[in-house]
């Protein structure tokens, strides 16, 4: 498989950046590069392009938008699950902006729930046992070990 279907539509790595630098620099042309390194022209000029105009190899990181909850929100959240195992994802919202007056979509809520391992789970259903039931049986059990070892 070539780079060329690899690195289809993704950025290229540093040190790819570096081997069309390099050759560059040692006065090999756009177009041989391209072809030895199996990389498009158009990346290859691109490259050498941005060198030219900023002395930079390594582009600057894209800007994106930024995360809703910052690593304060995150472990309010955290801490919000943990008193309460079993509220709903709406009900946590409400929580959560209450505590922090910081308004986001349920969805996110979730996202960032996943991302800290909490998904959503059914609790185990345990019957109710009252305080009588629960001595009589452990008397029924306490004459059955009897009986057996008579």
Same mark, same amino acid.
Request: hydrophobic content about 25%; glycine content about 6%.
């Given at each position: !498989?070539?780079? *060329? *279907?690899?690195? *289809?539509?993704?950025?290229?790595?540093?040190?790819?950046?570096?081997?069309?630098?390099?050759?560059?620099?040692?006065?090999?042309?756009?177009?041989?590069?391209?072809?030895?390194?199996?990389?498009? +022209?158009?990346?290859?000029?691109?490259?050498?392009?941005?060198?030219? =105009?900023?002395?930079?190899?390594? +582009?600057? +990181?894209?800007?994106?938008?930024? +995360?809703?909850? =910052?690593?304060?929100?995150?472990?309010?959240?955290?801490?919000?699950?943990?008193?309460?195992?079993?509220?709903?994802?709406?009900?946590?919202?409400?929580?959560?902006?209450?505590?922090?007056?910081?308004?986001?979509?349920?969805?996110?809520?979730? =996202?960032?729930?996943?991302?800290?391992?909490?998904?959503?789970?059914?609790?185990?259903?345990?019957?109710?046992?009252?305080?009588?039931?629960?001595?009589?049986?452990?008397?029924?059990?306490?004459?059955? !070990?009897?009986?057996?070892?008579?």
């Amino acid at each position: !498989m070539s780079k *060329k *279907k690899e690195q *289809k539509r993704k950025e290229l790595t540093e040190g790819d950046r570096n081997q069309i630098i390099g050759a560059w620099r040692c006065g090999v042309p756009g177009s041989t590069i391209s072809s030895i390194l199996d990389f498009p +022209p158009s990346t290859t000029y691109d490259v050498i392009d941005y060198y030219k =105009n900023t002395g930079e190899i390594k +582009p600057l +990181p894209r800007s994106g938008r930024p +995360p809703a909850l =910052n690593e304060r929100d995150k472990h309010h959240l955290i801490q919000i699950v943990k008193e309460d195992r079993k509220v709903t994802l709406n009900e946590l919202n409400d929580k959560f902006i209450q505590a922090t007056s910081n308004k986001v979509c349920t969805r996110t809520l979730q =996202n960032y729930l996943h991302e800290e391992g909490f998904y959503s789970r059914a609790g185990k259903r345990k019957p109710f046992v009252s305080e009588t039931n629960r001595k009589k049986c452990l008397e029924w059990v306490k004459d059955k !070990m009897n009986w057996d070892s008579e």
